[in-house]
């Protein structure tokens, strides 16, 4: 399996952006997510989508971020609106074939640390 993202950059603080990650060899049946990391801060899981299309977002970026996929492109999205300088982190994609989308329901988006394979990560900087 491999993850490649793109798509960082530099914004002002309520812009938005949104992130890719291409996958290759991960099959049909799947569950994709990002994790961003800050300086000093712990990893943190934010949102997930399975290959059934069902998500999962951490509280404070819901309503403000939106995970999609285009599995003809095999590309894992994410649309962040209103973006603050709280958001400023590395994120990373995460990918998984072990785990369902109900499993990450189920126990909550911090599951995400544990999946098997991830990216390079792209760097997210918002600035006030």
């Known amino acids: 399996v491999q993850l490649v993202e793109s798509g960082g950059d530099s914004v002002q603080s309520g812009g938005?952006?949104?992130?890719?990650?291409?996958?290759?060899?991960?099959?049909?049946?799947?569950t994709m997510g990002w994790v961003r990391q800050a300086p000093g801060k712990?990893?943190?899981?934010?949102?997930?989508?399975?290959?059934?299309?069902?998500?999962?977002?951490?509280?404070?970026?819901?309503?403000?971020?939106?995970?999609?996929?285009?599995?003809?492109k095999n590309t894992l999205y994410l649309q962040m609106n209103s973006l603050?300088?709280?958001?400023?982190?590395?994120?990373?994609?995460?990918?998984?074939?072990?785990?369902?989308?109900?499993?990450?329901?189920a126990l909550g988006i911090g599951l995400l640390s544990d999946f098997a394979h991830w990216g390079q990560g792209t760097q997210v900087t918002v600035s006030s």
Not at 43 to 63: N, P
Not at 90 to 99: G, I, K, N, S, V
């Open 16 to 30: 938005s952006l949104r992130i890719s990650c291409v996958a290759s060899g991960l099959g049909s049946e799947y």
């Open 42 to 72: 712990r990893r943190e899981g934010i949102a997930a989508i399975g290959s059934d299309g069902g998500t999962k977002y951490k509280d404070s970026v819901k309503g403000r971020f939106t995970i999609s996929q285009d599995k003809a």
């Open 84 to 105: 603050s300088p709280e958001d400023t982190a590395m994120y990373f994609c995460a990918a998984d074939t072990r785990f369902k989308i109900r499993t990450v329901q």
